[in-house]
């Protein structure tokens, strides 16, 4: 985690983001979600992993998951990005 | 510009020949009595259009009317949004052309006009179901509040029907808990395995064994997006055991397998159509042929229609199209792997396509998709006038800033108009540099085509009126002055909207500084250049400006024309009454009691009210609660007098017209007339007033105020202490005023040192001012300037007329000090044309709360519909038409009071 204790932390700016969605989605879809490259995994997932800018990115994301009929699993927040 | 899209958009689905029938979901979606909000939820590809589709289909087979409306990214701004909702109940049930007709003049989209929808909904017998399709695009929190607003006042008979990919925040629970909603959800929509058999076997006739339908059933989950697709591919296959075994045993995505799967089996030139075709949101025969360099694509369409590949038409002559969007996502997928370096291309073809056809938001849509932004540039720049006109600032600002910022600097016209939009939207980071910015890009244009010699020809106006109105809300009113001048004095000839803009600034700058003359003249041409541009609203609150500043001048002739050439301006608008006229009735109201002409004032108190806050600008309550003020005091009826005018303090907005008349001032001048002194002296000490202040135009009505309070104390106090000082007073704001020919002001001047030197017993030089107010007065035909000073100004006037001077004007003037006989209230309608019962009395109060009308029913332990029964003709006695007005003017009868629970 990179949440440090004494640091303010601005929850909502960048952070990183893993979004898991049912089935194996090829790598055409990459793009679309703004990443180099999607995770498939053994239990029938893909994983989307990356640094947001702010929620509303995030939320742009999820949108698109939606718009393709894709069943979300989860969304789990990996860290929170310092602000320089 | 936008006509044909909007008829695409009104477009309702027709079902397809040979699609699965689904009763058992259409029947559901058949108006049930408590039904408001049908709700058909559920992810991309799971039939819902279909849905709608086939209980259309049904439903216009026996005559119910349907308003359709199928959304999309051009609904993001309210007012198109509600602009499209009206269009579609023009189409679908013939009404609302009022409506249509306010929203394109500029009236906001607010609850008031929606509460005028909601009349003319009530008055379609029958009802009509207004039925959005796609509503998940819409992310507005104004526009789910307007629609919440009008699901909870839906007449009987009329529904909501709503297909989404997200549930919209319509207070769902609540609904469905009363029973008026219906949901149609994933799980009703997927196909059972029988339906699923129905389909893949009967409509596509694919002869599939049992056990193959359930696999692809249990792989698909019902989703019929892609069992469509599964039935394409597999129609026409050998080998279909092996197809349904190799895709039951794989994880991929199921919709972009299958695609993969159909592109494969379609001929390369096809292919290659579907995939570049898949950026375009209409697919035309033109715009086909002109994204691909080729000819016949109409012939390509068409048969991709009645090959059933996920082309839905957007109209009967089958001359638009467009793709389902799942489809259309995952050709741009395969598109952007196959031929990365195309895309731009292909964007730039239809940006130029739609620049010839003269669509330009599509153009610009795509200029921009395409990073060809010399191309959006010039076509956004070419739109900002309508844009502006159209009050479609939102839109604009995304545009702009779509658009690398360093486009916009570079190019005055884009730089100004962004410069518009943020401060419409009151954002002021940042505006200072832009403004230079587009200063300097000016100097700099040489003609490349930016922007047209008359758009440019007008930046210069309109930085110099931007950086006065940045001077005005920093408070700096020289600077502001200074600008607004510029601005006036540089605009073109042809530019009456610049023009308008700077003189409304100049004549607000020359306002507040005490100017009058200027200030007067500025407003004029400000109203006439409002009015050549359509900008009728604007144009009549420049008028209230016009009247206000000619009543200070003393000229009430003028300040009644200012107000009769707005009322016929007004008339000359088609449909609902445009906003400012209900403030021009309540203007128009205090000119008449000013003459003294009491029942001409009431009429147009009461028009005023009629109209209501939709008719209304910002000010409007104010303005109303001052006038009703004004007659109430006359009646001699002053406790609500000065109820009115606590109320019009609590409704006062800041707008851009200086304060020159607080109503705390206004309220302290009834109380001294009312005697009581000591709350007025409460207000002299709130107020900060003292009579060793400087004399300025701003706070004249507060010294005149003042005055009126010292007159009264040395009265009270029979002593000539401090009067000495008060004519001296006096005498300052009467040399101020003359400096700043405010002949308005030196006629109250004139009478209250009148009043002065009586009290010092110096009759001569008493009767020598008063002369002279007279003078000023009588050719106005002034009256309560006069009566509203009481007594002891009767007593003079007595003495005035025993003179023999101006006796018929005197007389005059004198018969209007008694209070006006009240005889005439009731057709002011003080009380409803028919009383209310207990219970509307009842539900009335709970009006008066927050509850809402569920809460409000549960309340009362009545159905919801028994209280709508009750609203409705509680807004029929009371002449209203919306829940607020019905408060106010219940307020107004004192219907609240008098039997508190």
């Known amino acids: 985690m990179s949440d440090t204790p004494n640091k303010r932390t601005d929850q909502h700016g960048p952070g990183t983001y893993e979004v898991r969605i049912a089935g194996h989605l090829g790598q055409r879809?990459?793009?679309?979600?703004?990443?180099?490259?999607?995770?498939?995994?053994?239990?029938?997932?893909?994983?989307?992993?990356?640094v947001f800018a702010d929620q509303a990115a995030l939320h742009g994301l999820l949108q698109t998951v939606r718009d393709l009929g894709l069943p979300l699993v989860s969304v789990t927040r990996i860290g929170i990005e310092q602000q320089t | 510009m936008a006509a044909p899209l909007v008829a695409t958009k009104l477009?309702?689905?027709?079902?397809r020949p040979g699609s699965v029938r689904r009763p058992r979901l259409s029947g559901r979606l058949a108006p049930r009595e408590e039904t408001r909000l049908v709700l058909v939820s559920a992810p991309a590809g799971f039939g819902k259009s279909t849905l709608l589709a086939e209980w259309l289909a049904e439903a216009t087979a026996v005559g119910r009317r349907i308003a359709f409306l199928s959304l999309d990214h051009t609904d993001a701004d309210p007012r198109a949004f509600w602009s499209h909702?009206?269009?579609?109940?023009?189409?679908?049930?013939?009404?609302?052309?009022?409506?249509?007709?306010?929203?394109?003049?500029?009236?906001?989209?607010?609850?008031?006009?929606?509460?005028?929808?909601?009349?003319?909904?009530?008055?379609?017998?029958?009802?009509?179901?207004?039925?959005?399709?796609?509503?998940?695009?819409?992310?507005?929190?104004?526009?789910?509040?307007?629609?919440?607003?009008?699901?909870?006042?839906?007449?009987?008979?009329?529904?909501?029907?709503?297909?989404?990919?997200?549930?919209?925040p319509l207070q769902l629970p609540r609904l469905r808990a009363r029973g008026e909603l219906v949901e149609v959800r994933a799980a009703d929509l997927r196909f059972d395995p029988a339906e699923a058999a129905d389909y893949l076997n009967g409509t596509m006739g694919l002869r599939l064994t049992a056990g193959n339908v359930a696999d692809l059933d249990d792989r698909t989950e019902g989703w019929i997006a892609a069992l469509q697709l599964a039935a394409l591919t597999l129609r026409g296959r050998a080998d279909a055991d092996d197809f349904i075994a190799t895709f039951t045993g794989n994880d991929r995505y199921v919709f972009d397998y299958l695609v993969e799967e159909v592109l494969q089996r379609q001929p390369p030139e096809l292919r290659r159509f579907l995939l570049r075709t898949s950026i375009l949101d209409r697919l035309g025969g033109p715009v086909c042929d002109a994204v691909l360099g080729t000819s016949g694509s109409a012939a390509v369409l068409d048969g991709l229609h009645r090959g059933n590949l996920f082309l839905m038409p957007l109209d009967d002559r089958r001359q638009w199209y467009r793709y389902h969007h799942l489809f259309a996502e995952v050709l741009q997928a395969h598109l952007r792997e196959e031929a990365p370096g195309d895309v731009t291309e292909l964007h730039r073809r239809a940006a130029a396509f739609f620049e010839t056809q003269g669509e330009t938001e599509s153009a610009i849509r795509h200029a921009l998709a395409g990073s060809e932004f010399d191309r959006a540039a010039a076509l956004i720049a070419r739109s900002i006038p309508e844009l502006r006109r159209s009050r479609q600032e939102a839109l604009l600002r995304d545009w702009l800033k779509a658009l690398p910022d360093a486009v916009v600097r570079a190019n005055p016209v884009l730089g100004v108009g962004l410069v518009g939009a943020l401060l419409s939207n009151g954002e002021f980071d940042g505006i200072d540099g832009r403004l230079a910015d587009a200063e300097r890009a000016l100097a700099q244009v040489t003609a490349h085509g930016v922007a047209s010699d008359a758009q440019l020809d007008e930046v210069p106006t309109q930085i110099w009126m931007y950086r006065a109105a940045m001077a005005q809300v920093r408070g700096d009113m020289p600077a502001m002055m200074a600008a607004a001048t510029r601005a006036a004095e540089g605009s073109a000839p042809g530019d009456h909207l610049g023009r308008?803009?700077?003189?409304?600034?100049?004549?607000?700058?020359?306002?507040?500084?005490?100017d009058l003359e200027r200030a007067a003249a500025s407003w004029n041409d400000c109203?006439?250049?409002?009015?050549?541009?359509?900008?009728?609203?604007?144009?009549?609150?420049?008028?209230?400006?016009l009247a206000e500043i000619a009543v200070t001048r003393g000229r009430l002739g003028e300040a009644f024309r200012a107000i009769e050439r707005a009322l016929r301006l007004a008339a000359t608008r088609p449909g609902l009454a445009p906003r400012g006229t209900a403030d021009l009735h309540a203007t128009l109201a205090g000119l008449h009691r000013e003459r003294g002409d009491f029942a001409a004032a009431r009429e147009h108190l009461a028009t005023s009210r009629q109209l209501g806050d939709r008719a209304g600008l910002g000010p409007y309550r104010c303005r109303l609660g001052v006038a009703m003020a004004g007659v109430a005091e006359g009646e001699?009826?002053?406790?609500?007098?000065?109820?009115?005018?606590?109320?019009?303090?609590?409704?006062?907005?800041?707008?851009?017209?200086?304060?020159?008349?607080?109503?705390?001032?206004?309220?302290?001048?009834?109380?001294?007339?009312?005697?009581?002194?000591?709350?007025a002296a409460r207000w002299r000490r709130e107020s900060g007033v003292g009579i060793e202040d400087e004399t300025a135009s701003l706070r004249e009505y507060e010294h005149l105020t003042l005055a009126r309070l010292l007159l009264a104390e040395q009265r009270a106090a029979r002593s000539g202490r401090g009067s000495a000082e008060l004519v001296e007073f006096l005498g300052r704001l009467e040399r101020a005023a003359e400096r700043g020919g405010r002949g308005g002001s030196l006629i109250d001047i004139a009478l209250l040192k009148a009043l002065a030197h009586g009290l010092r017993n110096e009759s001569g030089a008493a009767m020598a001012s008063l002369e002279r107010a007279l003078a000023l007065a009588e050719p106005e035909g002034f009256v309560r300037l006069f009566a509203d000073l009481g007594a002891p100004m009767a007593e003079l006037l007595g003495n005035a007329l025993r003179r023999g001077v101006a006796p018929a004007y005197v007389r005059e003037l004198l018969a209007a000090f008694a209070p006006v006989r009240t005889a005439a209230r009731p057709e002011t309608g003080e009380q409803?044309?028919?009383?209310?019962?207990?219970?509307?009395l009842d539900v009335l109060r709970l009006l008066r709360t927050e509850l809402d009308g569920p809460a409000i029913a549960r309340e009362l332990e009545v159905s919801l519909n028994t209280m709508r029964t009750h609203t409705k003709k509680i807004f029929e006695k009371l002449g209203v038409n919306n829940r607020r007005s019905a408060v106010r003017r219940a307020e107004e009868l004192n219907l609240l009071q008098r039997r508190p629970r």
Do not use: K
């Open chain 1, 29 to 50: 879809w990459a793009e679309r979600f703004g990443v180099p490259s999607l995770a498939h995994d053994d239990d029938g997932t893909t994983v989307i992993r990356r």
């Open chain 2, 500 to 514: 308008a803009a700077a003189a409304g600034l100049l004549g607000i700058a020359c306002w507040t500084g005490g």
């Open chain 2, 85 to 168: 909702v009206v269009a579609a109940l023009q189409r679908g049930a013939g009404v609302g052309e009022t409506m249509a007709a306010a929203l394109e003049a500029g009236d906001p989209p607010d609850e008031d006009l929606l509460a005028i929808l909601l009349n003319i909904l009530a008055g379609v017998p029958g009802g009509v179901d207004i039925v959005l399709d796609d509503y998940h695009v819409i992310d507005r929190a104004e526009i789910h509040a307007g629609l919440a607003f009008l699901l909870e006042g839906l007449p009987e008979g009329s529904r909501l029907v709503i297909s989404t990919r997200a549930d919209p």
């Open chain 2, 832 to 840: 409803p044309a028919e009383p209310l019962s207990e219970r509307e």
């Open chain 2, 527 to 545: 109203f006439l250049g409002l009015a050549a541009t359509g900008h009728v609203s604007d144009a009549l609150g420049s008028s209230v400006a």
């Open chain 2, 11 to 15: 477009y309702a689905p027709r079902l």
């Open chain 2, 636 to 679: 001699g009826d002053l406790a609500t007098a000065l109820d009115l005018l606590v109320d019009a303090e609590r409704a006062y907005v800041g707008d851009f017209f200086p304060n020159v008349r607080p109503v705390a001032a206004m309220a302290a001048r009834l109380r001294i007339a009312a005697g009581r002194l000591d709350e």
